[in-house]
């Protein structure tokens, strides 16, 4: 068996009232998979995301490549486990001084010298990749705010894949704006990267409310309520597994 990629050691996260959001939750990410995170409004997916990316505090230990994400660090280890927000929209600046910033830390956290060419070869990459999605060039230096939602999802998905430097790519409903063609192209552009093994990509976890686009990227699902959080790694609709709180055993329960 080989090792995971990322894993998740009893992550837990409460919201400020003190209710639990989600308790104990173990989940092993492998090279190759889409893990497809679905469930209700308000079951603490996104949340949970953001704690994978460690943009919120939770309990627990993430673990990425057989060393905590404190022992890589944490800048370093945004950089390879890349959340993806749902609303561009809210990010200041255009998607051109997006990509600069964001290539800049890369390459700040791996302790590398920026050169222009760099940003030049990343940058054209982004704009083929967007332009793949139906996005013109002029796009790029429209400040985010004057973007639709579905041109904002795009650029910043363009971006994200086109830096190259996250082995795992964190994505909140990345294509809930866009119509079912470009959805299309975005899935295929996206699993194609994991397949390829020409891309530093390895795995994406994905939240979506579609259970049509979940069959079609998917390769293991996790199921969030306020029951628990569920899990299955089959693709014939065979029973999830809930994780049982006291450890990591899993009880096979009837299908949700």
Request: glycine fraction near 8%; include cysteine; proline fraction near 4%.
């Amino acid at each position: 068996m080989p090792s995971p990629l990322l894993e998740l050691l009893n992550v837990s996260c409460s919201v400020e009232s003190g209710n639990v959001l989600f308790d104990d939750v173990n989940v092993k990410v492998y090279e190759g998979d889409i893990l497809v995170l679905q469930g209700k409004s308000g079951g603490g997916k996104s949340t949970l995301l953001k704690c994978i990316g460690h943009l919120i505090a939770h309990d627990g230990h993430i673990v990425y490549r057989g060393r905590t994400s404190l022992q890589v660090g944490i800048p370093l280890y945004r950089t390879k486990v890349l959340y993806v927000p749902q609303r561009p929209s809210l990010l200041p600046g255009n998607p051109a001084d997006f990509l600069k910033h964001i290539l800049n830390l890369s390459i700040h956290q791996a302790h590398l010298k920026e050169t222009e060419s760099d940003y030049r070869l990343v940058h054209k990459q982004a704009v083929e990749i967007a332009h793949e999605w139906g996005i013109s060039q002029e796009l790029w230096e429209r400040n985010w705010t004057q973007l639709s939602g579905g041109e904002a999802q795009r650029l910043l998905l363009s971006v994200a894949v086109a830096i190259d430097t996250a082995e795992v790519l964190l994505l909140d409903e990345p294509t809930s704006a866009l119509d079912p063609d470009s959805s299309l192209l975005v899935e295929q552009c996206l699993v194609d990267r994991i397949n390829s093994g020409q891309s530093n990509l390895k795995a994406l976890i994905w939240i979506t409310h579609s259970s049509e686009q979940g069959r079609r990227i998917g390769t293991r699902f996790v199921y969030m309520s306020g029951a628990g959080v569920w899990c299955s790694g089959a693709l014939d609709g065979s029973a999830p597994f809930r994780y049982d709180k006291l450890g990591d055993k899993l009880w096979r329960r009837s299908a949700i």
